[in-house]
């Protein structure tokens, strides 16, 4: 049996792929790490999603359990579901999670070598992404393996599909791996820190051929990374996490000009602004995020919030609307953040 056979991929009603109320825990010696604490979004087709926050938020904690690639013990999940245009893949038997898991989503990681396995050569490794999920012969799988070299803008590729990994460049081997990604169509791609170990010049490379990829294959994107300013030309939306929550949402227009949450009011006064000359206007959020055994009561940031009162200590914020146009945040003082950022662009 075809394992999409119950899955209408065509379906328009449904999103994409949606995450809903998505917890996941870590029993540890030094306590529950919270890593993801009641996480909600959706992705659409053609769209690209990014997911902004420091080191240590939950990003790839909540990307890697829609793939399936969080081991429970240690982990568990108290809450929470993965829909695929509607249908929860929790839910499918094991088998058909599986197959949609790599087929119809996909994932890229900071280091191409965590996917290519340094003693195969890169086109076998293509060529058998492609045979694990289609139902194809050796060669028909190697000749899309070199389409799909060519596709992702490597040079040579009858060349190139013949060497090991070790012998291409670090952006060779990003792109390599995209290749990798895309074996199958994925519907869905999920970048995590896709360019963050790559030059400014590479960096930029890849997130022009993922642009162009995602227009051509009318893929949606997930972007994941600790870079606001990465994302500002390249995300329709943006979520904002912080300690395992999403503590801000809304277009990249709303999330750049009307930042509503004291978090992303933060991360957006400490950007270098290419067209600034007197960097030493930058202030960094002070102190660094909580461990995510010992989260802080209420709102999570309030430690490192210079608008932080005793009701941020009281109670969790939740996430609402701020502006009826899909943007929410979690802020007790989102008037006061959203007044001191049209002092920052009046000033700026
Ligand atoms: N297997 C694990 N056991 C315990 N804690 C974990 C495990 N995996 C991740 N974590 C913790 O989950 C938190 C979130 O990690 P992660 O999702 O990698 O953050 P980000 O991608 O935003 O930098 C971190 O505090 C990390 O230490
Ligand atoms: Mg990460």
Redesign the pocket.
């Known amino acids: 049996m075809d394992g999409t056979a119950d899955i209408d991929l065509d379906s328009p009603a449904a999103p994409l792929l949606e995450v809903r109320d998505l917890r996941?825990h870590?029993k540890?010696d030094f306590g529950v790490?919270k890593?993801?604490d009641g996480v909600s979004w959706s992705v659409n087709d053609g769209e690209t999603l990014a997911i902004v926050?420091?080191?240590?938020?939950?990003?790839?904690?909540?990307?890697?359990t829609i793939l399936g690639l969080?081991?429970s013990p240690?982990?568990t999940f108290p809450s929470g579901d993965i829909l695929l245009r509607g249908k929860s893949l929790l839910k499918m038997p094991e088998k058909q999670q599986r197959r949609l898991r790599g087929k119809e989503i996909a994932m890229i990681f900071q280091d191409p070598l965590t996917a290519l396995n340094p003693v195969f050569k890169v086109g076998d490794q293509i060529a058998e992404m492609v045979r694990t999920h289609q139902k194809v012969g050796k060669l028909v799988a190697k000749r899309r393996a070199l389409d799909l070299l060519g596709e992702v803008g490597i040079p040579n590729p009858a060349v190139r599909i013949n060497q090991y990994p070790h012998e291409f460049s670090g952006g060779m081997r990003q792109r390599a791996m995209i290749a990798m990604a895309l074996a199958n169509d994925p519907q869905v791609l999920l970048a995590?820190?896709p360019t963050t170990a790559l030059d400014v010049t590479v960096q930029a490379q890849i997130m022009a051929l993922l642009s162009k990829l995602q227009e051509s294959r009318n893929t949606a994107i997930v972007l994941?990374t600790?870079d606001l300013g990465l994302v500002a030309s390249h995300a329709d939306r943006i979520n904002v996490?912080y300690a395992?929550k999403i503590v801000e949402a809304g277009s990249t227009n709303e999330i750049f000009y009307r930042p509503r949450h004291a978090y992303t009011f933060g991360l957006l006064s400490s950007l270098a602004r290419m067209d600034h000359r007197r960097q030493e206007r930058l202030t960094p959020i002070k102190g660094v995020p909580p461990?995510?055994?010992r989260v802080p009561k209420g709102c999570p940031f309030h430690p490192r919030c210079r608008f932080a009162t005793d009701e941020c200590i009281a109670a969790v914020p939740p996430l609402e609307s701020v502006a009826g146009n899909g943007h929410l945040a979690a802020c007790v003082h989102s008037d006061q953040v959203g007044m001191a950022n049209e002092e920052r662009l009046a000033h700026g």
């Open positions: 996941v870590f540890t790490v890593a993801v926050g420091e080191s240590g938020s939950g990003k790839s904690v909540s990307a890697m969080i081991q240690p982990a995590d820190e994941i600790h996490m395992g461990s995510l055994a």
